[in-house]
């Protein structure tokens, strides 16, 4: 059982350069969600879905682009990489009904 | 805005010491909290899941308990061994179930 898988894992960008973080997810969860991770702190919730053709901005949108065209996959473009988007990205999915959040190994970004 | 904070930053235990991670909340108006385990360069895992509507969840040797009223979680782990060794995160769920996380108590379990 795969669960939720992120690709790539690692990446180095230049300034100004795009990018797209893939995520999937493989049990048929309604709901998924973008997080980026900085040393010392907490998840920040980039972006969310609640369902194939529909999403919403999280707390840390600003850079970031989603799109949710089925339901299983949920992609994350960089247009205009910058350093302040060096991270660790997490993508993560739930059936809402459970709660639990399933999350993918993460993918670590750094822009030089 | 809610904010969550973790209690303390980090910890560093003998093994088979019983201990407690605390977790604070502004804003009671939460549908649910979890606590996850982070490994050095690796995703989260849920441990526990506590529904707003309940008071405490146990998994083998783990505990977690929810005062709303309080804003106040904790994550009790009994006899701890090495292999607890690892960053504990606390998240509150709202809405659409988006998660607030706090900034984690790093555990260190001395053999």
């Known amino acids: 059982n795969a669960g939720v898988t992120q690709t790539p894992k690692f990446r180095i960008l230049k300034i100004g350069q795009s990018m797209t973080l893939q995520c999937t997810q493989d049990?048929?969860?309604?709901?998924m969600y973008w997080y980026r991770q900085d040393p010392g702190m907490g998840l920040k919730l980039i972006y969310y879905?609640?369902?194939?053709?529909?999403?919403d901005k999280g707390e840390v949108p600003n850079g970031y682009n989603v799109s949710r065209s089925t339901t299983e996959d949920f992609p994350l473009r960089l247009e205009l990489a910058a350093p302040s988007q060096t991270s660790v990205y997490f993508c993560?999915?739930?059936?809402?009904?459970?709660?639990?959040?399933?999350f993918g190994e993460g993918s670590r970004l750094t822009v030089l | 805005k809610q904010e969550v904070t973790q209690i303390p930053a980090a910890l560093s235990v003998p093994e088979g010491e019983n201990l407690v991670l605390n977790c604070s909340f502004t804003?009671?108006?939460?549908?649910?909290l979890q606590w996850f385990r982070q490994d050095p360069g690796k995703g989260l895992t849920s441990l526990l899941l506590?529904?707003?509507?309940?008071r405490e969840q146990t998994s083998g040797r783990l505990n977690a308990s929810l005062d709303k009223s309080s804003g106040r979680s904790t994550l009790y782990i009994a006899a701890s061994q090495p292999g607890d060794s690892a960053t504990y995160l606390c998240?509150?769920?709202?809405?659409?179930?988006?998660?607030?996380f706090g900034t984690g108590t790093l555990l260190a379990v001395q053999p």
């Open positions: 506590i529904q707003s509507s309940q």
């Open positions: 049990m048929n969860h309604n709901y």
């Open positions: 998240a509150v769920g709202g809405a659409t179930n988006k998660l607030i």
């Open positions: 993560a999915s739930t059936q809402i009904n459970t709660g639990e959040l399933f």
């Open positions: 879905s609640v369902g194939a053709g529909i999403t």
């Open positions: 804003d009671s108006a939460i549908y649910n």
